[in-house]
């Protein structure tokens, strides 16, 4: 068990204390609400987008400081293009935006940056910038952060599977196939599966993320939208991860 390992920096002002918590080593965030958001105060979808967008920075900078190792967040979904045309061109310059300000944020949280999904769906430009913000930040190594964009856990599988049969017809690899090496296939190879997955805003369902990853992992619902998601509201969730029994199909004495 891992405790709380990062500074207290601002820490009390939530009146939840992390002193003595379990820190979750991989949080997951399916980062929803935004439009109802908006719209809820008058405002165009793509505004909540940009407040979302806003948060998300703040997120990534409470994430490092309560001690969460790993971060992913679902950002867009392979299913997203299904949206307006200008909803979906508005989300496109967001994510152009973000990534070229996450250069920053990165550098200062310290933040190894990848996106997972299927990236070749996008323009060389967007393309170009995700390849250089995780180059930049390749050395970094206080928070692993993954953006899912264009992402879908069922297509993560048929790529993952695609390639490890072309693998093994090749020669490359040798059977039997094994959870592991399906897992080090997929887009999160390497990484961890996550402790506790958090949606926002209401929903209760997976919605094509992380389907593989999610087998263990503690889920946490709470209807608050993606916007309103400070950090008392993330204390809260991994105060609530704290009294879970995680047995992993197991008994415990
Ligand atoms: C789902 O809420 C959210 C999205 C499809 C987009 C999430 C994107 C951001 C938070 C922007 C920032 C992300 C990055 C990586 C720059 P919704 O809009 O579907 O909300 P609704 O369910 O109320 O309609």
Not at 166 to 190: F, Q, W
Request: proline residues 4%.
């Amino acid at each position: 068990m891992r405790r709380f390992a990062g500074t207290l920096r601002k820490g009390w002002q939530t009146g939840i204390c992390v002193w003595n918590m379990n820190i979750p080593n991989h949080v997951a965030i399916i980062l929803d609400g935004n439009g109802r958001w908006a719209k809820a105060k008058g405002m165009p979808r793509t505004y909540g987008h940009t407040k979302g967008c806003d948060n998300l920075e703040k997120i990534c900078y409470v994430a490092r400081d309560v001690g969460i190792k790993y971060l992913t967040v679902y950002a867009f979904s392979t299913e997203n293009w299904k949206r307006s045309p200008d909803e979906v061109n508005a989300l496109l310059r967001l994510f152009r935006r973000y990534l070229k300000k996450c250069i920053k944020s990165s550098e200062e949280n310290q933040m190894r940056v990848k996106v997972i999904g299927d990236t070749t769906a996008f323009e060389p430009d967007l393309q170009e910038s995700i390849r250089r913000l995780e180059d930049f930040s390749k050395d970094y190594d206080r928070l692993y952060f993954q953006i899912a964009l264009n992402y879908g856990s069922r297509d993560e599988m048929t790529r993952a599977v695609g390639r490890l049969a072309r693998d093994m017809k090749d020669g490359r690899i040798e059977g039997p196939v094994t959870e592991e090496m399906i897992g080090s296939y997929l887009d999160t190879a390497g990484v961890p599966d996550p402790d506790l997955l958090i949606r926002t805003s209401g929903e209760q369902r997976l919605s094509n993320f992380l389907l593989w990853q999610l087998a263990y992992t503690e889920f946490y619902f709470t209807p608050v939208a993606w916007p309103d998601f400070h950090k008392k509201e993330l204390l809260e969730a991994i105060r609530q991860y704290n009294d879970r029994d995680r047995r992993y199909g197991g008994v415990k004495e």
